[in-house]
């Protein structure tokens, strides 16, 4: 695959090909990798910051309550589960800082995997991640704005099921083409989301603290009254607390193109988890300042009962700028997500293709498009409790494992250079809640859906023996033509990678 590409990008074949040719080609590969890192290298501090806070408020601080109230029963277990989800993101995210500034690689958990366990966990990564956790996570994401924005235009009833999937589809097809035509713009996109989602939950969390001081504070009294605590229903509560959290890893799938990734990688996880952390904590405490927790349970979007409660008339702020949320949110995980995508094909366990660079816009723009149709695909017949059940199961597996990579290189590639170095504890920690994660949905409340997923993770072992172990030739003979004319259509080139 991509063997025209590569001898355009060698020269071998230069004495031979016309003037016009060489002239329109060479321009165009030579020297690809640094225009594309020029461009690239857009996402500094601030930016690092916003894609992290504008990757995680998404749906789930909208979703995730009910979900978590209902399996730890009062507001106090509810409102600590929330911190400690918290916390353990920030752990986790501390334990891939240092994976993210000793592999300096983009493409997330799968440069990891390869230089911990070779090349099988990290096929299983990428297959299961490609075809499974970040589709399914962006249709989710896209579902959940469908839902908000189509709620104003059904009163009193819930919005059909073809107008939410066709708008969620719409989403998926502007956010998709949006970061295929530009890094810059993509970046600009999520700032401006970020902001705007900022904006409702700025409002959200002072009209929470306004109505405390008025002395709004009946629904906190005995507060772990009629409390759940179990470890099964911590292990559930935590698991739809942790999806409202996912998003924390998203700038180790860039880390390629950030400005100074050994400072701006820790500095955007130390100030980006926390401050989400805090706004996750006063925004379930404005809920409960204006909503028993029966309440709470029964309301059907918890957020816009709190602005019908609270902001009255412009009670339509709310719906809205949920919309701003959670379609930012799907831009933050298109933005990275894509790049493990490239990173895949790069290594050869994907389509060459998908490892190809535009040549006008220096994007990924393949495998930008190939996720978004994954995505597509998963919203027809899917529902997002159902997707979240595929996703919080089949990632928590794969966070557990590169964790245990991090151990592992601890004594295994102890030449490696460590900008961060986290006390040994902490991974530890993160490995042993994972498995916990894992396990407990598995004991507690046991589902065909489990079986499915981890049967699809083991299926990749047949596509890689298959396909790049033995590396059939057949398989060969019809990707090359595919390949020849996607570069065509697309206008992509492979990448001038660095010599290592």
């Known amino acids: 695959m991509g063997e025209e590409g590569l001898r355009k990008r060698k020269g071998e074949d230069n004495s031979k090909e016309d003037g016009q040719s060489i002239q329109s080609r060479e321009p165009q590969t030579m020297n690809l990798q640094k225009q594309a890192k020029l461009s690239l290298f857009l996402v500094g501090l601030i930016s690092g910051i916003c894609m992290i806070v504008g990757t995680i408020i998404g749906s789930g601080i909208f979703v995730s309550p009910k979900s978590v109230l209902a399996n730890v029963g009062a507001v106090g277990p509810c409102l600590t589960i929330w911190a400690a989800c918290g916390i353990l993101g920030t752990l986790g995210a501390l334990c891939f800082a240092e994976l993210g500034t000793m592999i300096t690689k983009s493409g997330g958990e799968y440069p990891y995997l390869m230089e911990a366990f070779g090349p099988i966990p990290a096929f299983l990564f990428s297959w299961t991640s490609l075809l499974v956790t970040k589709p399914s996570s962006f249709a989710i994401i896209c579902l959940s704005f469908a839902e908000y924005a189509s709620a104003p235009f059904y009163p009193g009833c819930n919005p059909p099921q073809v107008v939410i999937k066709c708008l969620a589809a719409a989403a998926i097809v502007v956010i998709t083409i949006v970061n295929s035509l530009s890094v810059k713009l993509g970046s600009y996109l999520q700032n401006f989301l970020t902001a705007a989602k900022m904006i409702i939950v700025t409002i959200i969390v002072v009209s929470g603290i306004v109505l405390l001081a008025q002395g709004k504070t009946e629904n906190f009294e005995d507060s772990f009254k009629d409390s759940k605590i179990s470890v099964s229903s911590i292990s559930l509560a935590f698991y739809n607390g942790l999806w409202a959290y996912d998003g924390w890893n998203q700038l180790n799938y860039i880390t390629e193109e950030l400005k100074n990734p050994y400072r701006n990688l820790p500095l955007s996880i130390i100030i980006g988890i926390p401050l989400v952390t805090v706004c996750y904590v006063l925004i379930n405490i404005s809920y409960f300042t204006v909503m028993t927790s029966t309440e709470l349970l029964q309301s059907q979007a918890v957020a816009v009962t709190f602005g019908d409660r609270v902001l009255y008339p412009a009670s339509w702020i709310v719906p809205l700028f949920v919309a701003f949320s959670t379609i930012g949110s799907a831009n933050g995980t298109c933005f990275t997500a894509g790049r493990l995508v490239y990173v895949a094909g ?52 794969f966070y557990g494992l590169t964790v245990l990579a991090l151990i ?93």
């Open 346 to 397: 790069r290594e050869g366990h994907m389509l060459k293709v998908l490892s190809y660079i535009s040549v006008k816009r220096l994007t990924p723009a393949p495998a930008i498009i190939f996720y978004g149709a994954i995505a597509i695909i998963y919203i027809i017949p899917g529902d997002i409790n159902s997707l979240i059940n595929y996703f919080s199961f089949a990632v928590w597996i």
């Open 408 to 500: 592992v290189m601890r004594f295994t590639r102890k030449e490696l250079r460590r900008p961060i170095r986290v006390p040994i504890i902490i991974p530890v920690i993160v490995m042993l809640v994972s498995i916990v994660l894992v396990l407990a949905p598995i004991i507690s409340a046991p589902e065909l859906a489990y079986l499915y997923c981890v049967l699809f993770i083991l299926s990749g072992l047949i596509v890689y023996v298959l396909f790049i172990h033995f590396k059939f030739s057949w398989p060969q003979k019809i990707s090359t033509p595919i390949t020849m004319h996607l570069q065509m259509l697309l206008e992509v080139v492979p990448a001038e990678e660095d010599t290592e």
